[in-house]
T-cell receptor
């Protein structure tokens, strides 16, 4: 079983749509949680950290459920520029980041 | 945010040759550097963790004699792919973490290796 599981997609949505991605992780010792965005042939870039209380950054809302070991990302009012692969990432202590395989989003005009 | 560079960004080499990839932290001292590999449509997979001045710790299934890692200074780590084969063709990405930001990692732009 993968340590971080994500639906690979692709999610094809029209501009302006709201889309949600989910992720589950298996390591209960995980302490830090993130969503990264990766464009084709580029390095991943941090989109936002995820906190137990839930957090929002503009059109992006992230939620964490530690009991269920479940993380989500909601994108409202999708833009064409949101098209990318979204990586769910967890970290335990000083260990390296553990990446999910990513969910591909394609926003269409 | 902090800046991490990688060189080269793209390399094509012949089977059997060795390739060295450099990862540099430009504006902070990186006590720990991580090397990842990403095959097409797959996740980033951690290959090894290197701490300045000590031997790298390799993940299960990664051959330490094939992927030589050197972290000789607080701003530079190198990954050498020895006797490269076509199956080593991949996207290699490093990330660096500093003392003050031990929980934050900064990624280099990656190196695309093609072995012919």
């Amino acid at each position: 079983r993968k340590e971080v599981e994500q639906d690979p997609g692709p999610f094809n949505v029209p501009e302006g749509a709201t889309v949600a991605f989910n992720c589950t992780y298996s390591n209960s010792a995980s302490q830090s949680f993130f969503w990264y965005r990766q464009d084709c042939r580029k390095e991943p870039k941090l989109l936002m950290s995820v906190y137990s209380s839930g957090n929002e950054d503009g059109r992006f809302t992230a939620q964490l459920n530690r009991a269920s070991q479940y993380i989500s990302l909601l994108i409202r009012d999708s833009k064409l520029s949101d098209s990318a692969t979204y990586l769910c990432v967890v970290k335990a202590g000083r260990r390296a980041l553990t990446f999910g395989s990513g969910t591909r989003l394609q926003v269409q005009p | 945010g902090a800046v991490v560079s990688q060189h080269p960004s793209r390399v094509i080499c012949k089977s059997g040759t060795s390739v060295k990839i450099e990862c540099r932290s430009l504006d902070f001292q990186a006590t720990t550097m991580f090397w990842y590999r990403q095959f097409p449509k797959q996740s980033l997979m951690l290959m090894a963790t290197s701490n300045e001045g000590s031997k790298a710790t390799y993940e299960q299934g990664v051959e330490k004699d094939k992927f030589l890692i050197n972290h000789a200074s607080l701003t530079l780590s190198t990954l050498t792919v020895t006797s490269a084969h076509p199956e080593d063709s991949s996207f290699y990405i490093c990330s660096a973490a500093g003392l003050e930001s031990s929980y934050e990692q900064y990624f280099g732009p990656g190196t695309r290796l093609t072995v012919t």
